[in-house]
């Protein structure tokens, strides 16, 4: 069975006191809890700094960002590379987020490109995908998500999935306090496992889909509880110690029951 995954994605959120604060109340939280990998992606100018506090910390907590630029090297002003992110620690990249596709205007291309760059730096992405409201209500979720996974799929071949992270993420549930219900995510998870399988069934069976939109710890369970949900991209509630951690827990013991009911 997979390994559940939970990321906080801290957004535009951050200082020097607050990376300090969080991170140590995360590492105390969370030094005894087992069964679910977690990840931070702090803002890039934080970066190490969080790296620093995780190793007075001693924390097995691991380092994401939350975007890299197309290029290794070079005149681009103000980016950041992905060997730049992997020489400073980071692990998980986001690439692809809603909010990247709607206020940077990033096309599937540009995601495709960075996906490129991560795999070559033998980093992780975390590819997000998702449909807007508008695309939900004229039910076009599945043909969204589908089209998402096929501008990587067809670009560099499904292998290229391999070791990679899927964030389903509806653009309308992002920030809004709306969540679908778990059924309504399990069945998009479902679609999207069952479309990579029709290219390579092992990939599909192994490949981390996770929900993103307004997961908290009231729907966290219901939602780990979902046979094809694998864990969380995780925003505002990230910021929260107690919180964040409440959801880590969560996945952590959903899919330990489900492993225990499969034994059974």
């Known amino acids: 069975m997979r390994h559940p995954l939970v990321i906080g994605n801290w957004k535009l959120n951050g200082s020097t006191e607050m990376v300090k604060e969080l991170i140590v109340a995360l590492c105390n939280k969370l030094s005894n809890v087992i069964g679910c990998d977690v990840v931070i992606a702090p803002p890039v100018v934080y970066l190490d700094l969080a790296k620093h506090h995780l190793g007075i910390s001693n924390s097995n907590l691991t380092l994401g960002a939350q975007n890299v630029d197309t290029n290794i090297a070079g005149a681009f002003t103000g980016e950041v590379s992905a060997s730049m992110l992997k020489d400073i620690g980071a692990k998980y990249i986001i690439i692809g987020h809603s909010e990247r596709r709607t206020y940077h205007k990033e096309s599937d291309d540009n995601i495709v490109k960075k996906f490129t760059v991560l795999k070559l730096t033998g980093l992780i992405p975390i590819l997000c995908i998702g449909e807007s409201e508008a695309e939900n209500q ?9 089209r998402q996974l096929d501008a990587v ?11 990679c992270v899927i964030a389903y993420e509806p653009i309308w549930a992002i920030g ?28 599909a069976e192994n490949i981390i889909i996770l929900y993103g939109g307004s997961v908290n710890p009231s729907n966290a369970t219901e939602l780990f509880t979902q046979l094809d949900i694998d864990g969380a991209l995780v925003g505002g509630a990230s910021l929260m110690a107690d919180t964040f951690v409440l959801i880590v827990k969560a996945a952590a013991q959903a899919k330990q029951n489900l492993r ?3 034994l059974t």
């Open 138 to 146: 004229d039910g076009k979720t599945e043909s969204v998500c589908a």
């Open 176 to 203: 809004t306090g709306k969540s679908a219900k778990p059924t309504q995510v399990q069945a998009v998870h479902k679609f999207i496992r069952g479309y990579i399988a029709k290219h390579n069934v092992e990939i």
């Open 153 to 163: 799929i067809n670009h560099l071949g499904v292998q290229a999935l391999e070791n």
């Open 260 to 262: 225990s009911a499969a």
